[in-house]
Nanobody
């Protein structure tokens, strides 16, 4: 069993930066993929980015490239989502998720097995 806990969300102004954390516990192995998704009210859950736990592979959604960055600290069992130049359209609940690597592209929510409870990010204009 895997548990994920997100933190770091909040209310910020447009142009600000924010770093989200996802603390993983339980049976996490180096061959796992960690993903970030977001869901705005009335919209489907949207892929933000993903990284392999062992490193060497990172994927970011086109809508966030250049502004969002993913990293992980294996010693702390934590994956980070660094968000810069935030915009009102980035307002959403942000979730981290994980799955054992099975060679997929990992851009769809259905490809992940475990989810955190989410953290709210609100960006005012």
């Amino acid at each position: 069993q895997v548990q994920l806990v997100e933190s770091g969300g909040g209310l910020v102004q447009a142009g600000d930066s924010l770093r989200l954390s996802c603390l993983a516990s339980g049976r996490i192995f180096t061959n796992y993929v960690m993903g970030w998704f977001r869901q705005a009210p009335g919209k489907e859950r949207e892929f933000v980015g993903a990284v392999t736990w062992k490193g060497g592979w990172t994927k970011l959604a086109d809508s966030t490239k250049g502004r969002f960055f993913i990293s992980r600290d294996t010693a702390k069992n934590t994956v980070y989502l660094e968000m810069k130049d935030l915009r009102p359209e980035d307002t959403a609940v942000y979730y981290c998720a994980t799955v054992r690597d099975y060679g997929a592209d990992y851009v769809r929510a259905a490809q992940y097995d475990y989810w955190g409870q989410g953290t709210q990010v609100s960006v005012s204009s």
